[in-house]
């Protein structure tokens, strides 16, 4: 029987304690409330939080009266609520303004050289996510009483909101035994260790904090993160190649998730995922400005993967799919959607970049970039997540550059595939290019698609010529239907990534016909 695993720590706070583990890294079950109104709705959201900090401090003692009081000056100090109104001025939704003008207060903190100062940017993140909560209308959640809280770092107002009269302890990631939450733990005997570098454990596992001597104890097990290996572009093309054709030639089927319920029916034995529709996790322009909450999605998404790759498309927001808190932007009015959204609002685009870089570490992650019509798009793209990384590396936050790709939907884009040179694979969107080859409108497309399929066919035959021998794959409806399975193997097409559903009658399509289209032999 495997030993349990110790893991070496930094002791915070002295004490023993035993618990499950809940794990801080993950979406919230409920999606947030629509974030609505401009100026006056921060105002308010930063008046609910005053109200909830005052009675946090309502009997506590000295220290952690000192911490509120703390946050409490910086929620009533001018200047940051100067700052986000400048921003607003210059037409960024109020969400995204004060998640930049936070974050800006974080950075400067987080590069500080005095640890102590350093210490209290995790309690500018703790206002920024209560804010932010109040202007989604989601409060800070609380955990079982008597768990083991393991995360990245814990704020203080979440310490401070919790019922320690229970038990249980805390085990972080990073953290600091300066920080705020080390003095609180240390003043109410809460064992608590930091630094113990990331560690694999689900919800509900048994775990030993040891503040005496400094370590973290794991069921049998239990394991740290490896380093991740740089991933590839190529990884979107290549597997175990348990799936063939009748005449050998390996085939990767993935499928598509369009909901975080769905991560869980994830099977790493059988398939990878093709496309992963990230703005069905978005509820609300306050869920787009919340990088944690998008970090924990894909966090999620990669680890139920396992070794399988994972290719999550960025989101596709505008047109037919609003973002609920953004109907009154300019950029909606004027049409934009997918990419071009992004980067007329680079505001969205960057939280989701940085969500993305920190997830990369936990699988082998691709992004894929919605309705692209031009190179520039993509490198532009490439750009916004160069600069991102850089900054995430000046925090010393784990990340990692993914290959970046393109979903190929706009017609233009599929005839001149060859331009894109900095594209690292490409995917047909069959949806959308039907629809724009048939120039039907998204309700009537249904009537529409069998008779623009083969158009479509042809113009994902000619694609392909023209893809440079980048990895291409399909994830469209098209991709879906047996029927259509000859001609999208004639035209060299090697990963399907279709819906769940329709994974078993692909398969066995699959199997039964040769790679050039034609059925096998006695089929």
């Keep these: 029987m495997a030993e349990p695993l110790r893991l070496k720590a930094k002791s915070a706070s002295p004490g023993i304690a035993s618990g499950p ?34 009675h946090l401090a309502d009997g506590a ?20 609520a100067e700052a986000t109104g400048a921003r607003m001025e210059a037409d960024e939704n109020v969400v995204f303004a004060w998640v930049a003008t936070l974050d800006a207060y974080i950075g400067e903190l987080e590069a500080a050289d005095e640890e102590q100062m ?9 206002i920024k996510n209560r804010v932010l909560g109040a202007l989604a209308g989601t409060p800070i959640a609380d955990f079982p009483p008597g768990s083991v809280f393991v995360g990245k770092d814990m704020e203080p107002s979440r310490f ?10 805390i085990a972080l990631f990073a953290g600091s035994t300066a920080g705020h939450v080390a003095l609180l733990a240390r003043a109410k005997s809460v064992p608590m260790v930091v630094g113990t570098g990331r560690f694999s454990a689900a ?16 069921k049998a097990g239990g394991m740290l993160m490896p380093a991740p290996a740089q991933a590839p572009a190529s990884d979107t093309q290549t597997e175990s190649g348990e799936l063939r054709t009748a005449d050998g030639v390996p085939i990767l089927l993935s499928i598509n998730i369009n909901d975080p319920a769905e991560i869980d029916a994830l099977d790493p034995a059988t398939a990878g995922v093709g496309l992963m529709r990230s703005e069905f996790s978005v509820a609300s322009v306050a869920d787009a400005a919340n990088e944690e909450r998008q970090l924990a999605i894909y966090r999620r998404v990669l680890e139920q993967a396992g070794d399988r790759p994972v290719i999550i498309r960025m989101l596709d927001i505008g047109g037919d799919k609003p973002l609920a808190g953004l109907e009154d932007l300019p950029a909606l009015a004027s049409g934009l959607r997918g990419i071009r959204l992004l980067l007329a609002r680079p505001e969205i685009a960057r939280v989701q970049a940085r969500a993305l870089l920190r997830a990369a570490v936990f699988g082998r992650l691709s992004v894929m970039l919605p309705m692209v019509t031009f190179p520039d798009e993509v490198d532009r793209m490439r750009e916004l997540f160069r600069e991102e990384a850089e900054k995430l590396g000046r925090r010393a936050l784990p990340h990692r550059m993914p290959p970046i790709g393109m979903m190929v939907e706009v017609p233009s884009a599929a005839l001149m595939l060859d331009a894109f040179g900095s594209a690292a694979f490409f995917s047909f969107g069959t949806n959308d290019l039907t629809q724009y ?8 497309m249904d009537a529409d698609a069998g008779k623009a399929a083969p158009a479509v066919l042809r113009l994902l035959a000619q694609a392909v010529k023209l893809s440079a021998g980048k990895p291409v794959s399909i994830c469209g409806d098209m991709a879906g239907d ?42």
Excluded: C
Aim: net charge negative.
């Design 118 to 126: 350093r210490a209290r940017a995790v309690d500018i993140l703790d």
């Design 437 to 444: 080859l048939a120039a039907s409108a998204r309700d009537d």
């Design 482 to 523: 047996p029927s259509y399975l000859p001609r999208l193997l004639a035209a060299g097409l090697r990963h399907f990534s279709v819906a769940p559903a329709r994974r078993p009658a692909i398969r066995s399509a699959i199997i039964g016909l040769n790679a050039d289209g034609t059925r096998a032999a006695g089929e």
């Design 160 to 169: 401070l909101a919790h019922d320690w009269s229970k038990g249980g302890g």
């Design 203 to 218: 919800d509900g596992d048994p775990v030993r904090v040891d503040g005496d001597a400094g370590a973290v104890i794991l």
């Design 21 to 54: 583990a809940f794990l801080a890294e993950r979406p919230d079950a409920a999606p947030a409330s629509p974030a609505v109104g401009g100026y006056s709705a921060l105002e308010k959201a930063i008046d609910i939080s005053i109200g909830e900090l005052e």
């Design 61 to 80: 003692d000295a220290e952690s009266r000192d911490i509120i009081d703390f946050q409490i000056e910086v929620l009533r100090d001018p200047t940051i």
